[in-house]
């Protein structure tokens, strides 16, 4: 298990920037990628970002690919989504989460409890 919480999130505007934070139990943060997951109103999970264990390589979806920077600060097991030119299909409630020992972040053990991030007129 790896104990992850986020903030950060808020009402804004469309067009804004936002940064959201997660901290992590210094144990096992560096054990393992990390990444954001979404879910929006009436929608999946979506996992719309990645980054590795060293933070060398990251991944996007397309949606918020160009406007949103994943990054890690593994001497602060710390995990970063700054969201740049928000629209208002970016809100969602936003978790961080661990690649787990599955490498797949499906275990529950390994996600966060989320943040909301609403972003309207």
């Known amino acids: 298990q790896l104990q992850l919480r986020e903030s950060g999130g808020a009402l804004v505007q469309p067009g804004a920037s936002l940064t959201l934070s997660c901290a992590a139990d210094?144990?096992?943060?560096?054990?393992?990628?990390m990444g954001w997951f979404r879910q929006g109103p009436g929608k999946e999970r979506e996992l719309i970002a990645t980054i590795s264990r060293s933070g060398g390589s990251t991944k996007y979806t397309d949606a918020v690919k160009g406007r949103f920077t994943i990054s890690r600060n593994n001497a602060k097991n710390t995990l970063s989504l700054l969201m740049n030119n928000l629209k208002p299909e970016d809100t969602a409630v936003y978790f961080c989460?661990?690649?787990?020992?599955?490498?797949?972040?499906?275990?529950?053990?390994?996600w966060g409890q989320g943040t909301q991030v609403t972003v309207s007129s």
């Open positions: 210094g144990r096992a943060f560096t054990r393992f990628a």
């Open positions: 989460a661990a690649d787990g020992p599955l490498g797949d972040y499906t275990s529950r053990d390994y």
